[in-house]
């Protein structure tokens, strides 16, 4: 074998190689986009590309063999595009898990009286409470806490081999059906996280309530609020000891929601 010969050969090999790493980036580059903490404007768009390439580059001898070549063609825009609602799927699951704690800081936010405690949030382009944003973040170290991150490079990985590139999206109608049962688990599962600290909060309330009634000369509504304050920050204190397990269980039903949806 000539030079020449081999320098063909060579172009050969890493024009595959390119063309296998950018039909791997559009599902992991998709999914990177709509997924919480990297996926929003408090990351650049260029780490996220640079971290999209990267483990598209990781990934890429492992998984099956993509089409030979790309042409613009209807066949290619067809796979590109499902490729891009693939990824997108399995990032938009987990921001909704992400959005149980928002939900639940919210719910609480309002019997401790820290609902006026607003601010822009950065890593959902909101203006959301204090408490919203503390049980965000705390999703966010309780998730590569538990190696979430991990889990999800292997649901992408299981997603392209149950799913390969070029094949056509599973049924409409199980997508369908998993989608309205995960949002009804994601708002059960953020009224479960919340009640404990709301309950508390109500008897406080229906306390000084009764008291109002009983003593209006001890002015309770300026006590009341102090009062419920520190009562929930409390109570919060209490409650980010015992984050692990509820968090870990809402991690689980996402990755079995999202293997439902690539299956």
């Given at each position: 074998m000539n030079a020449a010969t081999q320098m063909v050969?060579?172009?050969?090999?890493?024009?595959?190689l390119i063309n296998a790493l950018l039909w791997v980036?559009?599902?992991t580059g998709a999914m990177l986009m709509?997924?919480?903490l990297i996926g929003t404007r408090a990351v650049p768009v260029r780490v996220r590309v640079i971290l999209a390439g990267a483990l598209s580059l990781a990934l890429a001898p492992m998984l099956p063999s993509p089409p030979a070549q790309i042409?613009?063609?209807?066949?290619?825009?067809?796979?590109?595009a499902r490729?891009?609602?693939?990824?997108?799927c399995i990032g938009f699951l987990l921001r909704l898990a992400f959005e149980a704690g928002a939900l639940a800081g919210e719910l609480i936010s309002q019997g401790t009286g820290l609902a006026f405690a607003q601010m822009s949030d950065p890593l959902r382009g909101v203006n959301s409470g204090v408490v919203g944003q503390w049980f965000y973040l705390a999703f966010g170290l309780v998730f590569f806490t538990l190696n979430g991150h991990l889990a999800l490079i292997a649901l992408l990985v299981d997603s392209y081999h149950s799913l390969p590139i070029g094949t056509a999206l599973p049924d409409p109608q199980a997508v369908l059906q998993v989608a309205?049962?995960?949002?009804?688990?994601?708002?059960?599962?953020?009224?479960?996280?919340a009640l404990p600290v709301m309950v508390a909060m109500l008897a406080v309330n229906?306390?000084?309530g009764?008291?109002?009634?009983?003593?209006?000369?001890?002015?309770?509504?300026?006590?009341?609020?102090p009062t419920a304050l520190l009562l929930g920050l409390f109570l919060l204190a209490l409650l980010s000891g015992e984050l692990g397990p509820p968090v870990q269980r809402i991690f689980d039903q996402t990755f079995d929601a999202a293997r439902q949806i690539t299956a």
């Open positions: 050969i060579d172009g050969q090999q890493a024009f595959g980036m559009l599902r709509a997924m919480p042409a613009f063609d209807s066949v290619n825009v067809l796979t590109a490729e891009l609602a693939v990824g997108a309205p049962a995960f949002f009804m688990q994601i708002l059960r599962a953020a009224l479960s996280l229906l306390a000084f009764v008291l109002g009634r009983a003593a209006p000369a001890l002015n309770p509504i300026q006590l009341g609020l």
